[in-house]
Nanobody, 122 residues
Framework: QVQLVESGGGLVQAGGSLRLSCTAS????????MGWFRQAPGKEREFVAA????????YYTDSVKGRFTISRDNAKNTVYLQMNNLKPEDTAVYYC???????????????WGQGTQVTVSS
């Protein structure tokens, strides 16, 4: 079992930055691929980014490439999402998730955090 807790959301103006954190319980954090997803009102949950066990491989959806950076610190059981140059269309609830292998499908992730709200004003 893995329990995930996100933090770092908030209200920011367009062009601003936020850093989300997701801390996991358990001693096997380094064996999980970690992903970030987001869900805007009235929309389906969508893939944002993922990072491999060691952090050596990262993956992004096209709309955030060059603006968002995913990273992890296995010693702290934490994954981060640095979000720069935020846009109003980035407004959503952001979730971190964990699974054993890489996937961009939310249906394939076994463990989820409770989500953190990110609101970008224009």
């Amino acid at each position: 079992q893995v329990q995930l807790v996100e933090s770092g959301g908030g209200l920011v103006q367009a062009g601003g930055s936020l850093r989300l954190s997701c801390t996991a319980s358990g001693r096997t954090f380094s064996s999980y691929v970690m992903g970030w997803f987001r869900q805007a009102p009235g929309k389906e949950r969508e893939f944002v980014a993922a990072i491999s066990w060691s952090g050596g491989n990262t993956y992004y959806t096209d709309s955030v490439k060059g603006r968002f950076t995913i990273s992890r610190d296995n010693a702290k059981n934490t994954v981060y999402l640095q979000m720069n140059n935020l846009k109003p269309e980035d407004t959503a609830v952001y979730y971190c998730a964990a699974r054993r292998t890489y996937s961009i499908s939310s249906l394939e992730y076994s463990y989820w955090g409770q989500g953190t709200q990110v609101t970008v004003s224009s």
